[in-house]
């Protein structure tokens, strides 16, 4: 028998890292030793008053039992007051928070939620492929917002035609922004905030990176905004604020009715988040002081060690105020993926071509600063011997 997939996986490109992996097996089978700055994933270690607090709730027999699906109260009262120390945004814990098993889950499960089969679904390009597929997944149909170096890499709203506006029913936008680095002021989020009162949009603002942010900056929750909470949910998660990446934790927060329905999708899907996790991420946001400097002064040395090897190398990027990615201006005459295929296979380096974050992001590559000076250093090296 021959067995065929849906069409809604047929439709979708295989998933970026997973072609980078690919890639990379190849290069290590050849014996190449590869300096990976494909991806996002924090090399530091979890903070260690979260792993015990890990430990001892994974004692308790309370929690070895199915959790609530919203997720505990405990957990989202901690959100709720981290909300307002952080941001000074008041939250109702019972009503605007809920538990995510990782941003992700809930960035990939909020259509099915809200869009019909035909309905638009504005996607941010270069963007977190999650957006895209979601929209897919739910029969939407994504419409891209291309990031421009000279619009500061924010989407251009007055762009839109009116008609696309008019029959889009979700936005997804990012900031600090993966993969170009930009952050946005409080002005973008208002004329957001104008744009879907408008148009009857529903806004959904990924903030997994607000606590990965140099030199002083704070980025902002776009809930700040006045009106935004009529129109929109932010999703948060733990997973680069304190390196918890293999926890799976996250939360989205903001308009009732957009965080019930989220909600009620995943409770037909999942069965909530494992309540040991929920304890020590109470424990994270609670005790801890974010952003954790001690972690954002080693992407602060990181940064400033990697844009300046880059710049020596004549390579064009910018030194970023967020986000530990650089988004980097591949030389002329090559595209996103000749220019990854090159810095692979010549010097061992991996970095992730910028089209695979969508069309726009031709003529950039990635690089994640998740790996230490002495190997950030070591891929300077490599990249002087390189010529292109
Ligand atoms: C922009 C953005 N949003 C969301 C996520 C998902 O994070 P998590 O599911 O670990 O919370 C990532 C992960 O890399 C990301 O880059």
């Known amino acids: 028998m021959e067995i065929k997939k849906a069409n809604r996986i047929d439709q979708i490109p295989p998933y970026l890292f997973a072609e980078i992996d690919k890639k990379k097996e190849e290069m290590r089978r050849k014996g190449m030793d590869l300096v990976d700055l494909g991806i996002g994933d924090p090399d530091l270690p979890t903070p260690r008053l979260i792993i015990e607090r890990l430990k001892t709730a994974a004692e308790d027999p309370r929690n070895h039992r199915y959790p609530s699906y919203e997720g505990m109260i405990e957990f989202r009262t901690a959100v ?3 909300y307002e120390k952080r941001f000074g945004v008041k939250l109702d814990p019972a009503r605007e928070v809920l538990s995510l098993i990782g941003s992700k889950e ?22 977190y492929p999650v957006y895209r597929v979601s929209a897919l997944f739910a029969g939407g149909i994504p419409y891209f917002l291309p990031l421009r170096k000279e619009n500061g890499f924010l989407p251009s709203l007055s762009e839109i035609p009116r008609d696309v506006a008019e ?16 952050i946005a002021e409080r002005s973008f989020f208002e004329e957001v905030v104008i744009f879907a009162h408008r148009h009857g949009i529903l806004v959904c603002h990924d903030a997994a990176y607000s606590e990965i942010a140099f030199d002083g900056y704070q980025p902002l929750s776009f809930l700040e905004v006045e009106g935004a909470r009529e129109i929109g949910i932010e999703f948060h ?3 680069k604020t304190f390196n918890m990446t293999g926890w799976r934790i996250g939360f989205a927060v903001g308009n009732s009715e957009i965080v019930s329905g989220l909600g009620r999708v995943k409770t037909n899907i999942d069965s909530g988040l494992f309540q040991a996790i929920q304890e020590a991420g109470t424990e994270a946001l609670l005790r801890l002081d974010t952003p954790l400097t001690e972690i ?8 400033d060690i990697m844009v300046k090897g880059l710049q020596e190398v004549g390579l064009e990027v910018e030194r970023p105020k967020a986000t ?14 000749q220019f990854a295929a090159l810095l692979i296979e010549q010097g061992g380096i991996v970095a992730t071509p910028g089209n695979g974050f969508g069309e726009s992001g031709e003529g950039y590559i990635r690089m994640a600063l998740t790996v230490d000076e002495v190997r950030l250093k070591e891929a300077i090296e490599r990249l002087k011997r390189i010529t292109f």
């Open 167 to 182: 029959k889009a029913k979700l936005l997804f936008i990012n900031y600090p922004n993966n993969p170009t680095s930009a």
């Open 106 to 127: 809930g960035i990939a499960h909020i259509p099915l939620a809200f869009v019909n089969p035909g309905d638009y679904v504005l996607v941010p390009s270069p963007g």
């Open 237 to 239: 998660s733990l997973s």
């Open 80 to 82: 709720a007051q981290w």
């Open 324 to 337: 530990f990615y650089l988004w980097i201006q591949v030389p002329k005459g090559y595209t996103s993926a």
């Open 296 to 303: 954002i002064k080693i992407y602060e040395r990181r940064r």
